[in-house]
T-cell receptor, first 117, second 111 residues
């Protein structure tokens, strides 16, 4: 399968625990995005990488959230000291700056559903 | 924050009927995209229309764009039960070229 993959697909954790999610973008896609989606809403942008550089972070990304993309391939999103309000679907998307250009059609993974008890 | 609002929030139709969803947005755009999301799953890109285009077709999908009214519509013709999903419009904004999504329309196609 050459699509965007995310792991795990589901995560249940207790409040206060740390969690880490992984995203593997489509091979050679140099743009990688993280979005968060709560029930009944559209996804909201969290952060963006171009290659290994994190170029933009949303105000939604509190200091408990950190994202990395070492070597410009897969990315991880870590949430420290989880709160119940962090419960959501976390979506990863990738695109290629040359093939998608200004249009920036993005390809989404299946998401990681986080439940904080 | 959400860029756009979709209307209606929910739509229920019979198989074979057409479904129309509308999207309004707030700021000037480079393009507007429509995505489909099946229950609890990732988003699938359906169609993209650029700001200098007024109408676009792809299979059973027809998208229109009115930049003067900052609105777009998605028409699905001859709907099928498999079209049951949430549909989101999204615009490309910001220096990161991120997608800014609307709140979505939940479409139910009854067999």
């Amino acid at each position: 399968d050459t699509g965007v993959s995310q792991d795990p697909r589901h995560k249940i954790t207790k409040r206060g625990q740390n969690v880490t999610f992984r995203c593997d973008p489509i091979s050679e896609h140099n743009r990688l995005y993280w979005y968060r989606q709560t029930l009944g809403q559209g996804p909201e942008f969290l952060t963006y990488f171009q290659n290994e550089a994190q170029l933009e972070k949303s105000r939604l990304l509190s200091d408990r959230f950190s994202a990395e993309r070492p070597k410009g391939s897969f990315s991880t999103l870590e949430i420290q000291r989880t709160e119940q309000g962090d419960s959501a679907m976390y979506l990863c998307a990738s695109s290629h700056i040359k093939t998608s250009g200004r249009d920036n059609e993005q390809f989404f993974g299946p998401g990681t559903r986080l439940t904080v008890l | 924050s959400q860029q756009g609002e979709e209307d209606p929030q929910a739509l229920s139709i019979q198989e074979g009927e057409n479904a129309t969803m509308n999207c309004s947005y707030k700021t000037s755009i480079n393009n507007l995209q429509w995505y489909r999301q099946n229950s609890g799953r990732g988003l699938v890109h359906l169609i993209l229309i650029r700001s200098n285009e007024r109408e676009k077709h792809s299979g059973r999908l027809r998208v229109t764009l009115d930049t003067s009214k900052k609105s777009s519509s998605l028409l699905i013709t001859a709907s099928r039960a498999a079209d049951t999903a949430s549909y989101f419009c999204a615009t490309v904004t910001g220096s990161a070229r991120q997608l800014t999504f609307g709140s979505g329309t939940q479409l139910t196609v009854l067999p």
